[in-house]
């Protein structure tokens, strides 16, 4: 599998961020830890928005078909979640790959787990050591 890194900055600090630096905020993709926080963010002005699903209630987050029916009427750069799901949801990354929206698991730090998750449908990865994964 031959991988690219792309990146962009992503913050929690939107507020903090729209304040300062509202000439290069395109440059920014915030993350989102609930659904709710969606109108929140796009009230600001921000187009890069990406949902990070860990920091869900298991209630939240248990139904990956409601996720996936809230990326597909919401604008995300991306969506994430914990790679651990999948052992109580194997098809969570099958459902929310049938999607649009890029979708990554964090965090992987193994690279025959890397390989498979993308032979699986996953956009990307998460990581804390690219150079383990062979990335750098």
């Not at 029916?69 to 969506?79: G, I, K």
């Not at 990354?93 to 992987?108: A, C, E, K, M, N």
């Amino acid at each position: 599998i031959q991988l690219t890194i792309s990146c962009l900055y992503i913050f929690n600090l939107r507020e903090t961020i729209f304040n300062c630096c509202q000439h290069i905020k395109h440059n920014f993709c915030i993350q989102i830890y609930s659904l709710k926080e969606y109108e929140t963010v796009t009230d600001l002005g921000y187009t890069n928005i990406m949902l990070s699903i860990y920091q869900m209630s298991w209630e939240e987050k248990k139904d990956p078909k409601i996720i996936l029916e809230f990326l597909e009427t919401h604008s995300l750069t991306a969506v994430t979640f914990p790679y651990e799901i999948l052992e109580y949801i194997p098809n969570y990354l099958d459902i929310l790959s049938q999607g649009s929206t890029p979708v990554y698991l964090h965090t992987i730090n193994d690279r025959e787990v890397l390989n498979d998750l993308i032979l699986a449908g996953a956009s990307g990865v998460c990581t804390d050591n690219a150079l383990v994964l062979g990335l750098i």
